[in-house]
């Protein structure tokens, strides 16, 4: 049985090395030896892909460099989705959530981690995308009635509109509390805009039980 921390180290070179086949492989390698495969994510992928976007900043890669790791993270999610979705089956939904990235955003990688985080907690996620126009946020919500509404953002030049979210949820008389998440967003910006935050997809699953006062 491979050693763990060679596992999380071949998932984390094969995004930041470009090589598809090692990130996929060592996918296949976590779920084969048991590890968590939100760790793996964690732990593994999203290190390298963190370490990607920091070469990208300071101009070491290419901007076809960050979309062929992103495709990369991408397909090694593929592999662990299934068992991370394992717990969702036989659960009554907890609440409902409507989710997405806001408008000027395409980021969505994370956003798709809350989704399938919440949905194996048990809660009923519409996912209304990436880029996505804030009255969709608000539409969506209207529709469906949503118990919390969710807005992430990985941009410093977009974190502003999930403020423009909140603000027209309330503006339309939708009191639900809203989530908000991403790389360039913070516990202090949440509370500013009278949101409420989460660092990570597991987190995330845990606030928002708590914001249903269903215990996290
Ligand atoms: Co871009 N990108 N990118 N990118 N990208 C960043 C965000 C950047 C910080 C890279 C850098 O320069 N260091 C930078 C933003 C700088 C800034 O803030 N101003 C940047 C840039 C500049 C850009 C472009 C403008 C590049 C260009 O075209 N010149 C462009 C954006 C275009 C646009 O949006 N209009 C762009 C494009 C892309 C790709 C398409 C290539 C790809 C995205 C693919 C995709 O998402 N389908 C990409 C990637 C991969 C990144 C980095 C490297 C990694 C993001 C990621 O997937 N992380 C990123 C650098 C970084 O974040 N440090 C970067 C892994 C993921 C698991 O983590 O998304 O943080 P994360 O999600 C976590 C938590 O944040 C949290 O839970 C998740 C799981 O634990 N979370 C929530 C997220 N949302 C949440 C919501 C919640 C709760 C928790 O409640 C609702």
Redesign the pocket.
């Known amino acids: 049985m491979a050693d763990k921390q060679a596992i999380l180290s071949e998932l984390e070179n094969g995004v930041k090395g470009l090589q598809q086949e090692v990130a996929v492989e060592a996918a296949k390698k976590a779920i084969a030896s048991g590890m968590s495969p939100v760790e793996a994510?964690?732990n593994g992928l999203?290190k390298g892909?963190?370490e990607?976007?920091?070469k990208?900043?300071r101009k070491e890669m290419f901007?076809v460099e960050?979309?062929y790791?992103?495709t990369i993270?991408e397909e090694a999610i593929k592999v662990l989705e299934p068992e991370l979705k394992k717990s969702k089956e036989k659960r009554h939904s907890v609440g409902t959530v409507v989710?997405g990235t806001v408008a000027?955003?395409?980021?969505?990688?994370?956003?798709n981690?809350?989704r399938i985080m919440l949905e194996a907690g048990g809660f009923e996620v519409h996912d209304v995308g990436k880029d996505t126009p804030t009255e969709t946020f608000v539409l969506k919500s209207k529709e469906i009635g949503a118990a919390i509404v969710?807005?992430?953002s990985?941009?410093?030049?977009t974190v502003s509109i999930q403020k423009e979210v909140v603000d027209a949820l309330r503006g339309a008389g939708i009191g639900a509390p809203v989530?908000?998440?991403?790389?360039?967003v913070s516990e202090e910006w949440a509370q500013e805009i009278g949101a409420h935050y989460?660092?990570?997809?597991g987190s995330?699953v845990g606030l928002a039980k708590q914001l249903l006062g269903k215990g996290a």
């Open positions: 994510i964690e999203a892909i963190r990607v976007g920091e990208f900043a901007v960050l979309i790791a992103a993270m989710l000027g955003d395409i980021h969505d990688i994370g956003k981690l809350v969710g807005a992430s990985l941009m410093t030049t989530m908000v998440g991403g790389a360039a989460s660092s990570d997809a995330a």
